[in-house]
Antibody, heavy 118, light 110 residues
Framework: EVQLVESGGGLIQPGGSLRLSCAAS????????MSWVRQAPGKGLEWVSV???????YYADSVKGRFTISRDNSKNTLYLQMNSLRAEDTAVYYC????????????WGQGTLVTVSS | QSALTQPASVSGSPGQSITISCTGT?????????VSWYQQYPGKAPKLMIY???KRPSGVSNRFSGSKSGNTASLTISGLQAEDEADYYC??????????FGGGTKLTVL
């Protein structure tokens, strides 16, 4: 059974850093495209980043240069390193697996809340 | 990338059909047949309902269907049921390994 479990969220001051983790089971993160999607409180979904099986990474303009997506194949875990955090980064962050076709998010974690506030 | 445009809310009575539109541009919806739709209950993770415009994942009811015309994609739910009340989001591949979501539509079953 495919499962994704995020962790690492919390309250952080503006300008601070946080690393989110997404532990996967039932499949290999190294063999799949993996993505982060966020949702600000009461707002819609926003795509954040993707890492391809070959290792290339891509980001939304809103986080480019501040966030870094990575994975640890030995731990079957996806990460999102978030630096220079802003109030507008406050959101529930979901990790999602991209399906075999390469364009659709077929499994999602339960999300982890990041609150950026002083 | 600007968010795709969805109506904020739609409603229908049990048994009726509703359609949710999702309007993008020639750079996203219009360029690719890669629109997906997600259902989200409050406090829960999104669930894939339609992919590549009109395909249904295994286990999704055939009451859900998708289509596209030009820069606008649509999700139709037929035979509306109380359990369909949720938020629905469209998403399109936007090229250059990026994706864009719609603002979401709240479906109310009257």
């Amino acid at each position: 059974e495919v499962q994704l479990v995020e962790s690492g969220g919390g309250l952080i001051q503006p300008g601070g850093s946080l690393r989110l983790s997404c532990a996967a089971s039932g499949f290999s993160v190294s063999s799949n495209y993996m993505s982060w999607v966020r949702q600000a409180p009461g707002k819609g979904l926003e795509w954040v980043s993707v890492i391809y099986s070959a290792g290339s990474t891509y980001y939304a303009d809103s986080v480019k240069g501040r966030f870094t997506i990575s994975r640890d194949n030995s731990k079957n875990t996806l990460y999102l390193q978030m630096n220079s955090l802003r109030a507008e980064d406050t959101a529930v962050y979901y990790c999602a697996r991209v399906d075999r076709d390469g364009y659709n998010f077929d499994y999602w974690g339960q999300g982890t809340l990041v609150t950026v506030s002083s | 990338q600007s968010a795709l445009t969805q109506p904020a809310s739609v409603s229908g009575s049990p048994g009726q059909s509703i359609t949710i539109s999702c309007t993008g541009t020639s750079s996203d919806v219009g360029s690719y047949n890669l629109v997906s739709w997600y259902q989200q209950y409050p406090g829960k993770a999104p669930k894939l309902m339609i992919y590549e415009g009109s395909k249904r994942p295994s286990g999704v009811s055939n009451r859900f269907s998708g289509s596209k015309s030009g820069n606008t994609a649509s999700l139709t739910i037929s035979g509306l049921q109380a359990e369909d009340e949720a938020d629905y989001y469209c998403c399109s591949y936007a090229g250059s390994s990026t994706w864009v979501f719609g603002g979401g539509t709240k479906l109310t079953v009257l």
